[in-house]
Each structure stands twice: as structure tokens, then as C-alpha cells.
């Protein structure tokens, strides 16, 4: 594997959708590697644009990960804050 080839990989994995669209991330890999043996100009600005709009889909189909924002760091303070106080209360 060569370099386009194995950040192709790693980024499809990274989104984790092989299994949603084994398709479109088979392309991928094919097109990368196109884009690594590519001998000249033209067949290497085809795959790579190819590959952008493939990856582009791809990143579209990626599950949104949930990662904790403000409003839900004070509402995890707030559930402490209440069972600290509901403790107290109680014992």
C-alpha cells in the first residue's frame, strides 16, 4: 500500500463506515490507489477527484459522534450538585 492508499483506509476507518457503504469505501481504496500508481498528470487529477467526491459522500454517511459541550457539563454539574444535596437530605 502507498501513501493515499493507506490515509484512505485510515480515514474510511476512522468514520466508520465500511459497513454502511462497503461500495462507495471499496471505490475509495480503488481510486487511491489509482492516485498512487498514477504515471501521469491527468490520470492522477482524475482520481483525485474522484476520490474527494467519494470521501465527501463517505463523510456524509459518518455517524455524528455526541461529545460533551457546555450545556452538558452544567447539566452534569447540576445532576451532582442534586444528588450531593438528596444525600445530605436523606442521611
Known amino acids: 500500500m502507498s501513501d493515499v492508499e493507506n490515509a484512505t483506509r485510515s480515514e474510511v476507518d476512522q468514520l466508520g463506515v465500511g459497513p454502511v457503504a462497503p461500495g462507495l469505501t471499496a471505490a475509495a481504496v480503488a481510486l487511491a490507489r489509482q492516485l498512487d500508481d498514477a504515471e501521469d498528470a491527468k490520470g492522477a487529477a482524475a482520481a483525485a477527484r474522484e476520490l474527494r467526491a467519494i470521501m465527501s459522500d463517505l463523510r456524509k454517511l459518518a455517524p455524528v459522534e455526541s461529545k460533551g459541550d457546555a450545556v452538558d457539563d452544567v447539566s ?13 437530605a436523606g442521611g
Open 76 to 88: 452534569r454539574k447540576r445532576a451532582e450538585r442534586r444528588a450531593a444535596l438528596q444525600q445530605q
